[in-house]
């Protein structure tokens, strides 16, 4: 606390500094500039950090770094217009990089329940780099030399520096944007159905339409992002809303098969019309599983026969809490219920065949499965998003899905708008536009692309357009799992990780 409070007085005098400054120039006339002057960059960072993430502790010693708590920046005696103009560009970078810096999204991941950190935020790292940048300029204008023409030609680097520090901001905001409203969908889900769990009266639905309306309207057209949050996770980041376990877990499921309805259905001439009500019924499918301990869904082995009986209970439980505590969506109550049957009769909980499950039940049993399918799950890391749909194919191919429902998904071709691949020649992009397999099944691997990085794994200055199609070596080879778009990403592209 005492090396907080001496850290603030030291704001404070920069502060005191800054004020004392001249404000009012002739347009061509050198500016005055103080001998020494404090580092501004202590203004953009947090007053406060709190304990217990690797991320805060990142953020704490960069604000101890670039404060300069004891350092002084000798600055020239005076500064051309210019140079001071770019000086307050930097200052106004200042200000908005404080304005974020409190954000509860740069609090990072919560430590897990052993006190340890979590997978580290590239936002965080991202926020770190962008304000170390934004200093680098502030201590590059105060090195300038004394004469006005050393100044001029000085500016032009000090211009660059600055348009980098602008545009890394923006792509930090766009990604801060980006994540909030997924985190905060979700947890407003998760928040719902655990409500819904402990209730026994009927409960208003509305913060359920709420969600179904911002995917419908808000998310649709965005890019494809497959959300997780493990069973026993109940923070999305240090400092928000703590949530029962396996809410989360739950709910991100749920946004997952929501968002692959919405996108699947929405020019669907059998079912654009009752888009409301699937997304309704995926997002309310595993409600049941709110009774099932989050130790047996973290177990990686094979679940003993009481495990198993426990767990398959969910979609008849699921299907009476919607009955009774949501009444006037009756209408999905055998959705529900038959979520995990199979057409073949091999599924639970009644072991109903084909034509005794409603077209309703059989479409989001299939959203079901192929988005099961691009989560990991204790036993197995995410599938390819090929791999997933070539798998729910196979299933609808041995009869055990509704064939005409996993059709439905090759809108989303082999990898869905906004998946991070793999090129053979070892470079990565990002999908833009997707080929329907039925279309044109040659073609199915060559969506349009927006290439990021070379097969250096480099990042290019600014993502490069191509259109796979009109090349005869360049394919997808696979998706990139989120540790590898981390690595090879996540410090120039934060929003794709």
Not at 52 to 76: D, K, M, V, W, Y
Not at 411 to 419: A, C, K
Request: glycine share 6%; net charge neutral.
């Amino acid at each position: 606390m005492t090396d907080t409070r001496t850290l603030l007085n030291r704001i404070a005098e920069f502060r005191k500094r800054i004020e004392a400054m001249p404000r009012l120039i002739a347009p061509d006339a050198p500016t005055p500039v103080p001998d020494t002057i404090r580092n501004p960059l202590a203004e953009a960072l947090p007053q406060k950090v709190k304990a217990g993430s690797r991320n805060q502790a990142i953020l704490e010693q960069s604000l101890r770094q670039l404060a300069g708590t004891e350092e002084q920046i000798a600055a020239p005696t005076q500064l051309c217009s210019r140079a001071r103009r770019l000086l307050m560009e930097s200052q106004g970078l200042v200000t908005r990089l404080r304005a974020i810096a409190d954000d509860p999204l740069l609090a990072g991941p919560p430590a897990d329940d052993e006190g340890q950190a979590r997978d580290g935020d590239p936002l965080v790292v991202h926020y770190r780099e962008t304000a170390a940048m934004t200093e680098a300029a502030v201590r590059y204008t105060l090195s300038f030399p004394d004469t006005a023409t050393d100044q001029m030609r000085l500016c032009e680097g000090l211009e660059t520096m600055l348009e980098a520090a602008q545009r890394r901001f923006g792509l930090l905001v766009s990604a801060l944007e980006s994540h909030r409203g997924d985190v905060t969908r979700t947890d407003k889900l998760a928040r719902f159905l655990a409500a819904l769990d402990h209730t026994d009266t009927p409960i208003d639905p509305e913060p359920l339409y709420e969600i179904t309306h911002a995917l419908m309207t808000h998310d649709a057209g965005r890019p494809m992002r497959f959300l997780y949050s493990a069973p026993n996770v109940s923070q999305a980041y240090l400092g928000g809303p703590s949530l029962p376990a396996p809410a989360r877990f739950i709910a991100a499921h749920a946004m997952n098969s929501a968002k692959i309805a919405v996108r699947i259905l929405r020019n669907d001439t059998e079912w654009r019309g009752r888009m409301h009500e699937v997304v309704l019924a995926v997002m309310l499918q595993d409600i049941g599983m709110l009774r099932v301990d989050p130790a047996v869904l973290l177990q990686a082995k094979p679940l003993t026969t009481e495990q198993r009986r426990y767990l398959e209970a969910h979609s008849r439980y699921g299907a009476e809490v919607v009955m009774n505590r949501l009444p006037m969506l009756g209408g999905l109550v055998e959705a529900i219920a038959a979520h995990h049957e199979r057409a073949d009769g091999t599924g639970y909980p009644m072991g109903l065949r084909h034509a005794q499950v409603s077209p309703l039940g059989r479409l989001v049993s299939v959203i079901d499965v192929y988005a099961a399918f691009n989560a990991p799950r204790p036993h197995r890391p995410a599938f390819d998003p090929r791999a997933a749909l070539t798998e729910v194919m196979l299933l609808a191919d041995s009869g055990k899905l509704d064939r005409q429902s996993a059709e439905k998904l090759l809108v989303l071709g082999f990898y869905p708008t906004g998946t991070v691949v793999e090129l053979t020649d070892g470079s990565t992009g990002v999908v833009l536009n997707t080929r329907d397999p039925r279309q044109a099944l040659s073609l199915a691997n060559k969506p349009m692309m927006s290439l990021l990085a070379d097969e250096g794994g480099h990042a290019y200055p600014t993502p490069r357009f191509l259109d796979l199609a009109e090349t005869e070596d360049l394919t997808v080879v696979r998706a990139l799992t989120r540790h590898e778009r981390i690595n090879r990403l996540g410090r120039p592209y934060p929003e794709y990780v």
